[in-house]
């Protein structure tokens, strides 16, 4: 009986604090649809033909000043054969009026300077131009109350289009 009550107790601890998350701050505020423990399905990697799959669990940090995104990500060739595994870790903050995130991956760090937020609806993240070097965008749209296409693509150096690398559908776990 008292496993049954330490196990009880624990669980409500655990479930006060996953309510007790804060709230995003104004600036982030129209990100809020993006909170939560989401699952990859379907995804898909141009580049290589394969495809992907993992988690990635947003929340509301430092007092909701930041959106903090951790993934982890598998990556399977065409034939379904695993031919790799990675962590990603952004933080997504407001800094001078703007939006701005920070991506790592371990081996790639991407800074996006701006935002286009449709508030409850869809962000594109954009890194800052180089020379020679390619500009990248980041969107998450929602298509559903539980999710959410994303979206990964590079703008090569002296071309105007932006090229899908990675695309897929986020569902949002309860």
């Known amino acids: 009986m008292r496993k049954i009550l330490v196990g009880f107790g624990l669980c409500c601890i655990l479930s006060t604090a996953a309510i007790a998350q804060p709230a995003l701050q104004p600036p982030l505020a129209g990100l809020a649809f ?3 423990h989401w699952t ?13 799959r993992g988690s990635s669990t947003m ?6 000043a ?14 379904g054969k695993q031919t790799g595994s990675f962590a990603i870790l952004m933080t997504i903050y407001a ?11 371990g081996t790639h760090i991407i800074h996006y300077v701006s935002a286009d937020i449709k ?9 800052a131009p180089s020379p020679g ?7 998450y749209d929602r298509t559903a109350p539980e999710r959410l296409s994303v979206t ?8 105007a289009a932006f090229h899908p690398i990675a695309t897929g559908i986020l569902r949002k776990e309860i």
């Open 119 to 127: 508030p409850d609806q869809s962000v594109a993240f954009i890194s």
């Open 34 to 36: 993006l909170l939560g």
């Open 95 to 105: 800094e001078n009026g703007a939006i701005h995130a920070d991506y790592a991956d």
């Open 59 to 64: 929340t509301a940090e430092a007092g909701g």
């Open 133 to 139: 070097h390619p500009v990248f965008r980041l969107e």
């Open 152 to 159: 990964f693509s590079m703008q090569p150096p002296g071309q």
């Open 40 to 52: 990859g399905v379907d995804g898909k990697v141009a580049d290589t033909g394969g495809t992907s």
């Open 66 to 79: 930041v959106l903090l995104r951790r993934d982890q990500v598998q990556l399977f060739a065409a034939g």
